[in-house]
């Protein structure tokens, strides 16, 4: 089932912060964030895995809140090169669950 | 190391007929995942391979079909096509399901 985005899109000024949120009406194991540039393929942000770890890539961390079944994506002091369009990615518990997308958030950062 | 490469990168296809199309993975990944992108729709997950077997499948109809061949390179077929199959097909590969994929540059189809 594919995991529920919020908010579709977002305009930001270079040097506010933005969170996206990701949201399973299944049981969580793993969210995985990707971004993809306008022409280019998806690149991987960050695997998060069960037991509630955040993480961090640069000015862009992630949580994984596993009772209310949740990730979210926090974006700090945007850059214009942050542009593009955020999806979460939500795996099983095991290597052989496919990963299953949202359907993005599109994250303008304008000067 | 190569990256993921997908061919042809584009496709003008005329409406009921097929279309075959290829993904070879990173070197040394044996999982390969096809998605379709549509204005609007995300990624949608269409099956994927694991050491040429389907382990798992989305929810296209019957004429989206796939393999891969013992050097993990795999193929996507569409038979039939319809206007509505007019989209991104990009194929991701990985070690396993939980790595991080590395997905391809896609194949944009176009049905006419």
């Known amino acids: 089932q594919q995991p529920v985005q919020s908010p579709q899109a977002v305009i930001l000024r270079e040097g506010e912060d933005a969170v996206i949120n990701c949201s399973s009406s299944k049981a969580l194991y793993s969210v995985h964030w990707y971004r993809q540039k306008h022409g280019e393929a998806p690149v991987f942000l960050m695997i998060l895995l069960k037991g509630g770890e955040q993480k961090g890539h640069e000015k862009i961390s992630a949580s994984f809140n596993e009772k209310k079944q949740q990730s979210s994506l926090y974006l700090t002091a945007s850059q214009l090169s942050y542009s593009g369009t955020y999806f979460c990615?939500?795996?099983?518990?095991?290597?052989?669950?496919?990963?299953?997308f949202g359907k993005g958030t599109r994250l303008s950062v304008i000067a | 190391k190569a990256g993921v490469t997908q061919t042809p990168r584009y496709l003008i296809k005329t409406r009921g007929q097929q279309v075959t199309l290829s993904c070879s993975p990173i070197?040394?990944?044996?999982?390969v995942s096809w998605y379709q992108q549509t204005p609007g729709q995300g990624l949608q997950f269409l099956f994927e391979?694991?050491?040429?077997?389907?382990?798992n499948k989305g929810n296209f109809p019957g004429r989206f079909s796939g393999r891969q061949f013992s050097n993990s390179r795999s193929e996507m077929n569409v038979s039939t096509l319809e206007l509505g199959d007019s989209a991104l097909y990009l194929c991701?590969?990985?070690?396993?399901?939980?790595?991080?994929?590395?997905f391809g540059q896609g194949t944009r189809l176009t049905v006419v």
């Open positions: 991701a590969s990985s070690l396993e399901g939980l790595a991080e994929a590395f």
């Open positions: 070197s040394g990944h044996r999982s």
């Open positions: 391979y694991f050491s040429e077997t389907q382990r």
């Open positions: 990615g939500t795996g099983g518990s095991s290597g052989n669950t496919p990963l299953v």
